[in-house]
């Protein structure tokens, strides 16, 4: 007869035949014994979404724990909604286009059409749902599929969306704009329908945007058929950039929107002046000063238990990586990174305040912080020398946050654009607060992006005369707070006021 484990096991084998690559997986009850389906909730592999459906959770969450669900929303609703209306469905025209954006943030409810539809909103876990409207479907030219999701496409959606959409979801509007490459795209759309009031708006948002050439062709072409335009920008302020229009992710546009649209509200909330600094040396010793306090509050911010003891203890080199990987072998190994990883960052900082460009410097460097971090790893034999290579090779989610990192493929697109918005950026606060912020809306690597945004966001400190900042571990739920109203919200406003505080207290 099987033991407890061996029946565990069974079930858990059958589990993994519905696992994607990523480890998610969305089951309909009619799939699954109920044998294997009670023994999997019990011990907290799998949980139940409505009645009837269940996804992947992890045993060690505790109550309440969002980071699940949230990685398993999106493969949840496209299993979930072919099941109900087989491939006759599609997105709302608004959620289409943030779903063209690169804006996967998890909504508070998922926007549905099809001709199938009972205008039911049908809630889900964590205050969210699906309301599905009965209307009907694009066409066939107009209707696409992104990662599984059946959306308007692009121009159809940009056609279709209220005025409204430009001031509640600006951002996004503007990365799609921005992926228009010229009129022909669009104006067959416009002329079919003879939409004059559309086509007025969406020459003022090109026009916004700086695509002058294609709001003229848009208004010349509807005159010269017969059309009585007016020209009208649905935007309530205008950014300059230039945008990229080659065939690439869109979080590079979109990154650009965000630097932009984000730079006056940093400023305005940030309000500190640096100081001048020319004794390098001087700068260097009192980052040095701070290095055991900074280890024992950023370490802790990630979930490691440390102590400055420890972290001296490390830092001595009186360390042994071969010794069991218990929980204090691994806090021992996190605190040997990141002394490793601090003795670069302030070489960084030497090249910065020795007068090189700040994004130049952290552009070359920052590899070498990621991998002297996990370095230790590599020497216990947890990870592969192969895996501190570069940016991750998958998905990554964030434990609790409702925003979804671009995938591993645009990060080798939106990377590049950062650092070049900060080899360019001129301002300081700037380069501090909105660094921070787009590496961990980023998330290059699958561990270790929080530490690497607090080490550039302390490089951009020394390049603007600013001493070497300490996120305190007592200020994590705010600190996260701020950096998930900026991430999902689009608004950077808390965060430049978080930042700028800990800097005020660290001077005062």
């Known amino acids: 007869m099987a033991t407890p484990s061996e029946k565990l096991a069974q079930s858990l084998e059958i589990l993994e035949k519905f696992q994607d690559v990523e480890g998610i997986a969305v089951i309909k009850s009619d799939e699954i014994t109920r044998t294997h389906k009670d023994r999997l909730v019990s011990k907290g592999f799998i949980q139940e979404v409505i009645?009837?459906?269940?996804?992947?959770?992890?045993?060690?969450?505790?109550?309440?724990?969002?980071?699940?669900?949230?990685?398993s929303f999106w493969k949840f609703a496209i299993v979930y909604l072919k099941s109900r209306f087989s491939?006759?469905?599609c997105l709302s025209p608004d959620q289409s286009l943030q779903f063209h954006a690169g804006n996967k943030t998890v909504p508070k409810q998922l926007l549905v059409r099809s001709p199938k539809a009972r205008n039911k909103v049908t809630n889900l876990m964590f205050d969210n749902s699906i309301f599905d409207v009965r209307a009907s479907m694009p066409n066939n030219v107009e209707l696409v599929t992104l990662d599984g999701m059946n959306v308007y496409s692009l121009v159809a959606g940009l056609v279709a969306v209220n005025v409204d959409f430009y001031t509640r979801h600006s951002?996004?509007?503007?990365?799609?704009?921005?992926?228009?490459?010229?009129?022909?795209?669009?104006?067959?759309?416009?002329?079919?329908?003879?939409?004059?009031?559309?086509?007025?708006?969406?020459?003022?948002?090109?026009?916004?945007i700086g695509k002058d050439k294609i709001a003229d062709e848009i208004i010349n072409t509807m005159k010269s058929a017969g059309y009585d335009i007016r020209e009208n920008d649905p935007f309530t302020e205008k950014i300059s950039i230039t945008y990229n229009s080659r065939e690439i992710s869109?979080?590079?546009?979109?990154?650009?929107?965000m630097w932009s649209q984000m730079r006056q509200t940093v400023m305005d909330n940030f309000s500190l002046t640096g100081t001048a600094i020319t004794d390098v040396e001087a700068y260097l010793k009192e980052v040095e000063a701070n290095y055991t306090s900074d280890?024992?509050?950023?370490?802790?911010i990630e979930g490691y238990r440390v102590t400055p003891a420890l972290i001296e203890h490390v830092r001595s080199g009186d360390w042994d990586p071969r010794y069991g990987m218990d929980k204090e072998q691994k806090n021992a190994m996190a605190a040997r990174g990141y002394y490793q990883a601090f003795q670069v960052v302030k070489e960084s900082i030497k090249s910065i305040l020795q007068g090189q460009n700040s994004g130049e410097v952290v552009d070359s460097d920052h590899g070498t912080w990621y991998r002297e971090l996990f370095a230790p790893s590599v020497t216990a034999g947890l990870l592969k020398a192969s895996d501190l290579a570069?940016?991750?090779?998958?998905?990554?989610?964030?434990?609790?946050?409702?925003h979804t990192p671009p995938n591993h493929e645009a990060v080798r697109d939106a990377m590049p654009t950062l650092f070049n918005l900060l080899k360019e950026e001129t301002e300081s606060s700037v380069r501090i607060v909105l660094g921070h912020f787009i590496l961990v809306y980023i998330h290059p690597y699958f561990d270790g992006n929080g530490r690497i945004a607090r080490?550039?966001?302390?490089?951009?400190?020394?390049s603007g005369g600013f001493p070497w900042t300490i996120i305190p571990f007592e200020k994590r739920d705010e600190y996260m707070t701020s950096l998930e109203k900026a991430s999902a919200g689009n608004d950077i406003t808390d965060f430049a006021k978080f930042i700028a505080l800990q800097i005020k207290q660290r001077v005062n």
């Open 51 to 71: 009645k009837g459906w269940y996804i992947t959770s992890s045993p060690e969450a505790l109550k309440g724990d969002t980071t699940s669900w949230y990685a």
């Open 390 to 402: 570069g940016y991750r090779n998958g998905s990554v989610y964030i434990k609790g946050s409702l």
């Open 171 to 208: 951002i996004d509007a503007r990365t799609c704009l921005a992926m228009i490459k010229d009129a022909s795209e669009i104006l067959a759309k416009l002329l079919d329908g003879g939409k004059s009031v559309v086509a007025g708006r969406l020459a003022g948002a090109f026009r916004n």
């Open 87 to 89: 491939n006759n469905w």
């Open 455 to 462: 080490f550039l966001m302390n490089a951009m400190m020394a």
């Open 295 to 300: 280890a024992f509050h950023s370490l802790s």
């Open 250 to 257: 869109p979080y590079v546009n979109r990154i650009k929107v």
